[in-house]
Every structure is written in C-alpha cells, then in structure tokens.
C-alpha cells in the first residue's frame, strides 16, 4: 500500500497520529492527515486542564473537533489522558488527599461517559512512575491519596465506557529496565486480580535508537495477556531511519501490538522543539524515515 494507514491495515494495525485541534485549518497537515492515518490522538485536547478547566464545569470543544474530524476522516481516536499528575487544572492542583480523590474519580466518569462508544483506547492513567532506577511510583498528589489510585482509576473508566481498551501509558518504559519491571509487576497484580486493564502504552520518546529488549519488552507485557501500543513515538538525533525501522519490526512481531501513533505529523508539530522526530519535514514532505516505516509495515 502507498500509504502509512493502508501499509498497516494490511498487517491488522493502525497507524497514528496526535494532532492539535488548533492547526485543522493548515491544509499542509490536514492532507497528511487524512491521507496516511488511521488513528488520532489529542496532543493535548482531552488532558484534565483541557477538559475541566473549573471543578465540575467541562468543556469539551476542542475535543470534539478532533473526535468530529476524526470520524468524519474515517480514523478512530485513542484517548489521552484521563489521570495525569501533569497538566492538571489549577483547581486540581490544590487539592490533596480524599477530596483529589473523589475530584479524580468524577473527572474519568465524566470524561469517560462524554466520549463513551467512541474511543478505542483510552490512556487511563499516565506516567505513574518514577525515573529513579528503582521501580518506585512517581511522587505526586494523585499518589499521595493512596497506593490503590490506579487500580480505583481503571474501574471507574471501565464502569464510564465498558467497549473502550483500557490503557497504562507511560515513557523510559520501552526496554527492559527497572521502571518498565515495575510497569509490568502493576500490571500481572492487576490482571492475577481482576482489576481491569487492556493495554499498555509504550510512549517511546526515543533518541538515536530503539532499546535492544525494545521487542523482548513488548512481548512480556502481551503475554500478560494486555495489548500493546505505541502511543507517542518519535525519535531524536542520528540513525532516525534505524530506529524508525526497528520500532516499527518490533511492533510487527508481536501480534498484540495493535498500532502505533507518531506524536505530531510534521517536524515543525513536534514537542521536541529542534530536534526534527517526525516523519514529515516542515514543508510536509516525507522524510527517509517515513519511505522506512512505510516500506517495513
Ligand atoms: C505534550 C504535548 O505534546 C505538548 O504540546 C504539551 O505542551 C505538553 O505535553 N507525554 C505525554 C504527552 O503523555 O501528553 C505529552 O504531550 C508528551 C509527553
């Protein structure tokens, strides 16, 4: 096929993209858009701040540009995020113990039931762990309300929208190594106890190179018996036609890898200001990178 999202429906996967609501006026993107995804992603539409900027007053019209795009456009949209300790509204922010709980827990059951029927994964919980080498949670208020927040997260999303995936997303987690171990632990506890789950998101903000356990990572989880996604690849520096390559391979050879999303279409989209990851230059041509990935799929 001649395309990244036609490339990857012949192998049972989708191929995607995170977009701004704010450029779908920029025919550049928007052509790219439609023509090579099968999948969206809100950079940053469906985020806590975005969603309820006041305690219990939602707003969902950036949001719903993207889902009405999307599905105008054909694409279904991955959902992120419902539980993060970053982007949080201001009022969130200050709060701490049962009330940033509950304030939690009536945010995933809003959002969730709002967009109910129409993601296909959503990104329960976000970067819950720590980058210390050791496994441990990442300190943070949602922590703080109790070691259980996760699972009490994922049971209130599954009661909101029961056809949606399930995911834990997070980042440094993409080889095998203390932090993904933890990630892992997480989540063979939840499966062994009944605590729903479907997914887990490997971000995979690489730099230069895929891990060499990259694959070997992928496959221990999905044989957890959860799917495998990544979620927000992109890849700085040299050897980004190898890595992109590798990346790609290593979600092929694991049959619960069900796709793979691409955080942002052109190098000028990136959050990764000046480092070019994408797979489309500024002016929206595609790079080599691009010609490797769709000619790997
Ligand atoms: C980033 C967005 O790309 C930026 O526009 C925003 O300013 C900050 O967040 N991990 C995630 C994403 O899960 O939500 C982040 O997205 C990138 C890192």
């Known amino acids: 096929a001649t395309t990244l999202g036609a490339s990857a429906a012949a192998r049972n996967r989708y191929f995607g993209a995170a977009i701004a609501a704010s450029k779908l006026g920029d025919s550049t993107y928007t052509t790219i858009l439609k023509r090579e995804f099968t999948s969206v992603t809100a950079e940053n539409e469906m985020k806590w701040d975005a969603t309820e900027p006041s305690r219990g007053v939602f707003s ?13 456009n054909g694409q279904k949209v991955r959902g992120h995020a419902l539980a993060w300790h970053s982007q949080m509204p201001g009022w969130a922010q200050a709060l701490s113990g049962s009330t940033l709980r509950s304030a939690m827990l009536n945010h995933i059951t809003q959002v969730a039931t709002h967009y109910k029927g129409k993601i296909h994964s959503w990104d329960v919980v976000n970067e819950a762990f720590a980058d210390d080498g050791r496994g441990s949670r990442r300190d943070s208020s949602l922590q703080r309300t109790g070691n259980d927040w996760i699972e009490a997260a994922f049971k209130a999303a599954r009661a909101a929208d029961p056809g949606a995936k399930l995911c834990y997303n997070d980042y440094n987690t993409d080889g095998v190594n203390a932090k993904s ?3 892992y632990t997480m989540v063979k506890d939840f499966k062994a106890r009944g605590v729903p789950i479907d997914c887990v998101g490997f971000q995979s903000h690489l730099t230069d190179n895929a891990p060499a356990d990259y694959q070997a990572n ?8 959860v799917d495998v996604q990544i979620t927000e690849l992109d890849i700085a520096g040299n050897n980004q036609t190898a890595a992109y390559t590798a990346v790609t391979k290593a979600c092929l050879a694991v049959s619960r890898c069900t796709g793979i999303t691409v955080w942002g279409i052109r190098d000028s989209d990136s959050w990764r200001t000046g480092t070019n990851p994408l797979l489309f230059d500024a002016s929206g041509n595609k790079k080599a990178a691009y010609t490797a990935v769709l000619n790997t799929l």
């Open 181 to 183: 171990t933890a990630v």
């Open 218 to 225: 992928l496959q221990r989880f999905a044989d957890l018996g």
């Open 60 to 72: 969902y019209t950036a949001g719903d540009r993207i889902l009405n795009q999307a599905q105008a």
